[in-house]
């Protein structure tokens, strides 16, 4: 950072906070400048910070501590954090927070953050008593605490298979429960992150996948493993089913994962090869042969085939395709002599995109959503088709039936209705199970609306806003909208506003931006924003910006954006393109330098989203989207604030790290640029509910600094 800069940052943070306070803020660290040079098919994209990358560098951790020392001083002394900290405990305090549900035989178990907790923990429901499985934060220490990554229950309900890991580093260590005593197996299988076990049905043992990638490095996530695990026995010692080059028949890239699928009372495997993308290649065999490592696997559908889900029930395989049929349909086939060409169509394609299903006693349950809410179908064993009324416009996160019991089970939730374990009856009534109590929250003050910015090719972008009622629309309120628009996701679509109600209260406008590159509308939906169509994720949230703007809801000297992990290309190129737009701009755990994900674990596994840097159609599409690579020097940029986690597998620290050193030397606004860095935390999954109160805490203060007028 020049002198002239430094002096220019240091003015405008003395105007964010108390001129007592300015003088007692450390100055955020120079970054050592060691440029490196890489040339792509004759183009030379020189990386001053690549020493970065290196986290054994010396100056690598002291770096990081100084930027953060920097970024707490200025949050610290902003005026309304104090305020906002308040009442987002209080917020997420009196709310109890489920996150997955799983009914099997008689007992019933979920995971939720009971109020007040400060971790989710599991637990099971029987006979009509509940008790905690696994609590996690008995675990915890002063210095490091521990999280449930995942779990899932046997067919009948008496064993349970988990996850723990520590500091949100998702680096899972499976272990084994007896149900009925609670008692812990003594197998500990390591290197489970993405386990996905599957159960026998007479809950003996368990299919799983195990990394063999060492940790913290880019070969983490290639090359994993299928096995087996009988209880009881030694994990050392349990069969590889599947690995590459382990069956000449079934070939494959180093970026795919085998997992192992069984379904109660069917008589095959599933064989499923998946990387990041929603598509999977699919084989079947009988599940005989699989448990003697014996299978002979016959190819059910490739990726071209677009299958996303499956379902069996007995011989009936059912297959979820876009094929063709971007929003989706359902087939199906013969498990045991599957053919494709041969499908039967069940449910044809319509306006909903099909997301998901559930097999229940009396049919086959349907998650889908209409542009990001959610609907819910029921393909009833007569073959027809009815729609389940939701009690309100909101998401399902997730649906779970039994095959031997009529119903299922939903994860329901809305902009203004906290999450709830909600059940669907035979007759297709929905009600409250009343497992998830409901908080002492008023949220009536509050209303919300759903509009539509036109984009430069016409496209009409949905977007979602929330605010307090009697809101004067007259350009002046501070809006914080966020987008993300990567792997067909749909991430933002009804969910309780919970902790963003703390900024409402400081009457700002909160908006969720359904940009293209995410699922909201189908495949088609995530291809526009995909590859070379990148671009048009960034442009359809300045398109919603523009929109806001023109209709009065705020202005540029009052707008925010923000986005998490891939949404990191979606602010940063915003911010480049337009940084005329934006008063202060939130990349959370952001991916800013695409260009060198051959240096993180989490890095060749994503090449069929974002492209591979060895073609150069790919290295044009990773460049396009590389936010770091275009920042320019001399630019009036707006006030920024990245955050990272040491322990995040998914988006290296180097990344947030890399940019912020970059637009610190290169901003000539003044305005301030934030590496704020926990050093306990991870992508966010495993972080506590006090982290995720301070970080919006810092959050909506450091918003509020730069778009309130003063």
């Not at 097999?359 to 029921?378: I, V, W």
């Not at 297709?428 to 509009?451: L, Q």
Request: charged share 25%.
């Amino acid at each position: 950072m020049t002198k002239v800069v430094c002096m220019m940052y240091g003015a405008v943070l003395a105007l964010s906070v108390s001129a007592a306070f300015a003088a007692d803020i450390p100055a955020a660290p120079v970054a050592r400048v060691e440029p490196v040079s890489d040339t792509y098919f004759g183009e030379a994209v020189v990386d001053r910070y690549r020493w970065m990358e290196n986290d054994k560098d010396p100056e690598w951790l002291p770096y990081l501590k100084l930027q953060n020392a920097h970024a707490r001083a200025v949050l610290d002394a902003l005026p309304k954090r104090d305020v906002l900290l308040a009442r987002i405990q209080q917020l997420s305090g009196d709310v109890a927070t489920p996150a997955r549900v799983q009914k099997a035989g008689a007992r019933l178990f979920y995971q939720q953050r009971p109020a007040g907790a400060n971790n989710f923990k599991l637990f099971v429901r029987e006979g009509g008593k509940d008790r905690v499985l696994v609590d996690p934060t008995k675990l915890d220490t002063k210095t490091s605490h521990v999280s449930l990554d995942w779990w899932q229950a046997s067919p009948d309900g008496s064993k349970l298979v988990y996850g723990l890991s520590k500091d949100g580093s998702e680096d899972s260590v499976l272990q084994i429960m007896d149900v009925r005593t609670g008692a812990i197996l003594k197998e500990r299988i390591a290197d489970t992150q993405a386990a996905e076990p599957s159960w026998l049905d007479d809950s003996s043992g368990f299919f799983y996948n195990q990394l063999t990638g060492k940790n913290n490095t880019p070969e983490r996530y290639l090359d994993s493993v299928a096995r087996f695990h009988k209880l009881g026995s030694d994990p050392a010692k349990d069969p590889l089913l599947m690995k590459r080059g382990f069956d000449p028949e079934i070939v494959y890239e180093k970026i795919q994962a085998p997992y192992i699928g069984t379904s109660p009372h069917s008589a095959t495997a599933l064989l499923m090869l998946a990387d990041v993308r929603h598509e999977k290649r699919i084989y079947a065999a009988p599940l005989r042969d699989v448990v003697k490592g014996k299978a002979k696997w016959q190819l059910v559908a490739d990726f071209a085939d677009e299958v996303t889900d499956v379902d069996m029930h007995g011989d009936d395989l059912y297959l979820l395709s876009t094929k063709d049929h971007p929003r989706g349909r359902l087939l199906k086939i013969s498990a045991s002599a599957p053919s494709l060409p041969e499908a039967t169509e069940v449910v044809a394609e319509s306006k909903l995109v099909l997301q998901g299903m559930a097999r229940a006693k009396d049919g086959l349950y349907l998650r889908a959503m209409d542009g990001g809410p959610s609907a819910l179908q029921r393909l009833g064993n007569d073959g027809k088709l009815t729609t389940i009324a939701l009690p309100f416009e909101g998401t399902l996160r997730e649906i779970d039936a039994d095959p031997n019991a009529p119903g299922v089970l939903a994860l329901l939730t809305g902009w203004l209705e906290p999450a709830g374990i909600w059940s669907v009856a035979a007759d297709g009534k929905m009600s409250d199970t009343g497992i998830t109590p409901k908080p002492a929250i008023d949220t009536s003050a509050y209303t919300t609306e759903r509009r539509y910015a036109t984009a430069k090719d016409g496209t009409q972008i949905p977007y979602s806003l929330i605010y307090k009622k009697g809101l004067k629309m007259d350009g002046k309120n501070p809006a914080f909208i966020s987008a993300y628009g990567s792997y067909g996701s749909a991430a933002y679509t009804p969910s309780f506003a919970g902790r963003t109600l703390a900024l409402a209260d400081q009457g700002a406008i909160i908006g969720y931006a359904n940009v293209r590159g995410g699922g909201e509308f189908g495949r088609q939906w995530h291809r526009a924003g995909q590859l070379e169509n990148k671009p048009n994720t960034w442009r359809d949230l300045i398109a919603v910006c523009e929109d806001m703007n023109a209709n009065g809801y705020t202005s540029p000297a009052s707008m925010a954006i923000g986005g998490r992990s891939a949404g990191g290309i979606t602010m940063g190129r915003a911010l480049e393109e337009r940084p005329d737009l934006f008063a202060a701009v939130v990349s959370g755990v952001g991916w800013h330098n695409p260009l060198r994900y051959v240096a993180e674990q989490n890095g060749y596994g994503e090449e069929p989203e974002w492209g591979a840097i060895a073609d150069p159609a790919g290295f044009k599409a990773l460049k396009s989207i590389d936010s770091y690579q275009q920042v320019v020097d001399g630019t009036k940029y707006p006030a920024i604030m990245l955050t990272t986690g040491v322990t995040d597998p998914r988006v290296a620290p180097f990344h947030p790290a890399k940019m912020a050193a970059r637009l610190q030397s290169a901003t000539a606004s003044g305005k301030p640029v934030l590496l704020r860095v926990d050093f306990d935390a991870g992508h966010g999954m495993g972080s506590t509910r006090a982290q995720q109160d301070v970080e919006a805490a810092d959050t909506y203060a450091f918003i509020l600094s730069q778009t309130t007028a003063k």
